[in-house]
Structure formats: C-alpha cells, structure tokens
C-alpha cells in the first residue's frame, strides 16, 4: 500500500519516517513559488488553478511550474486531495570564481564558502568569471538556478 495513496494510514502508522511525513501535504495546500516533487523531478509552482471537471461540478487543480533551472515549464493537473512532498529549497546568491568546460566553483555570498556547482548547458555559455548567480542546494547537489543581471 502506498502512502500517498491512503491518508488515514499516515496518521495511524507508527513506523513511517517523520522527517518525510513533515514534508507530505495536500496538492490544494501547494502556493505560487513553492518547490514539490513530482515523478522524481524537482518543480517550482508559477500559477496556480481551478478547473471544472465532469457534469457534477468537480474541480481539480491545475498548476503551471517549471524545473529547477527555470528553463522548462509544465502543466500538471491534480485533485485536491492529492498529496506531494513538499521540499524546502531556498535560493542563494553566489559568485562565479572559476569555470571549466563541464564545472563551476561558485563562491557563497553569505558565507565565503566555495562549493562546485551545476548548470544548464545555455547558462553555463553565458557565465564569465565573476559573474553574481543564483543557485539552489538539493540533496548535496548545487544547481545554478539564474545568472544576475
């Protein structure tokens, strides 16, 4: 049985991993500029919907999103009660130090730290040393979400 799929055995099981059960939320508790995951894809919700279904006046949710590099977006439509795992990703500024052909070492703007980055083959183009980016931290991962203007 899984989990997403019956919400009363959520509540009542004493052996389910609490750390995943504070992330695990309803589709109609989902915000504009919140981050889920769907089918093993990290999503950021841009526009949020309601469209009438069938002949009983039924709703499901409709929400626009797009990947963690913010170049592709989605449509995905899911019932309310639906649920997802919310993640809790923020975005952080860095600056680009160096930059090889497949690699980037990025320097944190808060805390110095350098840290090895990744980045979506059109970004990575546009991306010079010293340049101020964006990045967001998933899993260990470092994604370079947007180069500053």
């Not at 939320?25 to 009438?52: C, P, T, W």
Request: proline share 1%.
């Amino acid at each position: 049985m899984d989990l997403e799929s019956d919400p009363d055995r959520i509540s009542s099981d004493k052996h389910i991993n609490t750390a995943r059960l504070l992330w695990c939320m309803a589709a109609s508790d989902l915000e504009r500029g919140k981050f889920f995951l769907y089918k093993g894809e990290v999503l950021q919700v841009i526009k949020r919907g309601i469209v009438n279904v069938g002949t009983h006046s039924h709703t499901k949710l409709v929400f626009t999103c797009r990947d963690i590099y913010g170049k592709r977006e989605k449509v995905i439509t899911m019932g309310h009660n639906d649920r997802v795992e919310a993640l809790d990703l923020q975005k952080k500024k860095a600056s680009v130090i160096s930059k090889s052909e497949n690699n980037l070492q990025i320097m944190d703007a808060v805390s110095y730290e350098t840290l090895d980055a990744e980045a979506d083959r059109d970004i990575m183009d546009s991306l010079e040393e010293g340049d101020e980016v964006v990045y967001i931290e998933y899993k260990g991962i470092k994604v370079i979400g947007m180069k500053k203007k």
